[in-house]
């Protein structure tokens, strides 16, 4: 059976006479011509004369690469033709009111990972659909104060060997790959579906020393393999760009963990809460896997600003429910007897 295009899935999903599909249908189409041209910028690489600028630090505290800035422009330029009441950006300290009638907020971290670049590794543009909770006298903000749970629509696109889209609007995970001979996104992969196991972790393993007690014992008890508490052997990966790494989990299982540690100003984790987690964990619960900020479902959480950070661990629902026993009750996890007798590989 021949592969349905984007506009096909839209055109399909949008049906007739619902303004709010219609509207997730062409904010999607919008967003899909400003990945093209991130992608084309991207593919000139150090050719391209944004590619190497440092622009500051955005709200954030976070480095600005020139590309950054750029992606952003890009996308809230293509949003101003679609129906879209406000716009959020990791970039923009403040959203921006666009239209105030319009039923739609997105959010966007404009390129994920971006850090990457200059290595040639793959890259992200995550969004975040919410609905518009006002009219002309509504702070634009308030929209993005929303849980998780209520999103209408999100996604990412990977800038990496294809440029691919993943998607839901709320019925499954999909993925559609550009398709240079034919000119358009072209549907991939339909409801995709996380195994439940998995034996394959991604974390950044440097940052042992800060972990909670909970997080370096899970990663110990994966580490020690056959001969371990886990009986079998793990993988581990990390790419260090959330929208890769989702993919590659989305692709064939695995768990990712970014916790928060005992470092400054990452005890309450480091991604984004609105335009980061919420978006994943969207994606990750309609292909059946589980997110969480270690205990608690992400999607439940209620955003106090709109820069919040949290921990984030999320992939495989199994492995994602253990991580949350390592946390709230490790002596429930029969196989560790000892509980705490056997020590780390990283430690002495």
């Known amino acids: 059976m021949k592969a349905a295009t984007l506009d096909a899935f839209l055109n399909s999903f949008a049906g007739a006479g619902d303004e709010r599909r219609a ?98 590794l793959s890259i992200g543009t995550i969004f975040s659909f919410l609905p518009a909770t006002g009219g002309p006298d509504q702070n634009p903000a308030a929209a993005f104060f929303q849980p998780g749970a209520n999103q209408l629509a999100a996604g990412c696109f990977i800038y990496g060997a294809q440029l691919a889209l993943v998607l839901s609007v709320g019925s499954g995970t999909h993925v559609f790959v550009m398709s240079q001979r034919l000119g358009t996104f072209v549907q991939a992969h339909e409801s995709l579906a996380i195994p439940p196991r998995t034996q394959e972790f991604a974390i950044n393993a440097a940052n042992y020393r800060h972990w909670d007690e909970a997080v370096r014992l899970y990663v110990d008890d994966c580490l020690k393999g056959e001969e371990g508490p886990r009986g079998k052997d793990f993988n581990m990966r990390w790419i260090a760009s959330l929208a890769a790494d989702s993919y590659r989990i989305l692709m064939r299982g695995g768990v990712f963990l970014y916790p928060g540690d005992r470092r400054k100003d990452y005890g309450r984790g480091r991604l984004r809460l609105v335009y980061e987690a919420n978006p994943i964990a969207f994606l990750i619960e309609q292909a059946g896997g589980a997110a969480t900020d270690a205990t608690s479902r992400i999607l439940d959480i209620e955003p106090e600003s709109l820069h919040q950070r949290v921990p984030l661990v999320f992939g495989s629902a199994r492995e994602v429910a253990r991580i949350a026993r390592y946390h709230l009750d490790p002596s429930s996890i029969g196989e560790r007897a000892p509980l705490f007798g056997n020590r780390g590989l990283f430690r002495a």
């Open 23 to 120: 509207a997730i249908a062409a904010a999607v189409r919008q967003l899909a011509k400003a990945a093209i041209g991130i992608r084309q910028r991207i593919g000139e690489g150090a050719l391209e004369s944004t590619f190497a600028e440092k622009r500051g630090v955005n709200s954030d505290g976070d480095v600005q690469q020139g590309l950054d800035i750029l992606a952003d422009d890009l996308l809230l330029e293509a949003l101003r033709h679609a129906p879209v009441a406000a716009y959020a950006s990791e970039e923009l300290e403040q959203p921006v009111l666009l239209d105030a009638d319009a039923p739609l907020a997105v959010a966007v971290d404009p390129l994920d990972g971006s850090s990457n670049i200059a290595t040639n």
